[in-house]
């Protein structure tokens, strides 16, 4: 059983930035995709970015392009998503996941992750 660990989150204004880290155990960490996802309260869980290294591919939310970048650090089982030109509407508790199996094609669905972190707030004042 994989355990995800993220933090990095706080409270930055508009236009800053912050990098998440998701520490990962085990010792496939390179073999499955790894995404990051958001929550706002009251809305539901959505699709930030995912790195589908085995394909060589990133993906972006549109809301996140350009902005946001997904990477890995294979030797210490890490990924990052560094923010940048925060808005206050990324306000949310971020979390990463890594999918359930190995995907033929970049995964994106919540569905599609079966181990997730416990979250770290992210909050962007205006």
């Known amino acids: 059983q994989v355990q995800l660990v993220e933090s990095g989150g706080g409270l930055v204004q508009a236009g800053g930035s912050l990098r998440l880290s998701c520490a990962a155990s085990g010792r496939t960490f390179s073999m499955y995709a790894m995404g990051w996802f958001r929550q706002a309260p009251g809305k539901e869980r959505e699709f930030v970015a995912v790195g589908w290294w085995s394909g060589g591919s990133t993906y972006y939310a549109d809301s996140v392009k350009g902005r946001f970048t997904i990477s890995r650090d294979n030797a210490k089982n890490t990924v990052y998503l560094q923010m940048n030109s925060l808005k206050p509407e990324d306000t949310a508790v971020y979390y990463c996941?890594?999918?359930?199996?190995?995907?033929?094609?970049?995964?994106?669905?919540?569905?599609?992750?079966?181990?997730w972190g416990q979250g770290t707030q992210v909050t962007v004042s205006s």
């Open positions: 996941a890594r999918a359930r199996g190995i995907y033929g094609s970049a995964p994106r669905a919540v569905s599609d992750f079966g181990s």
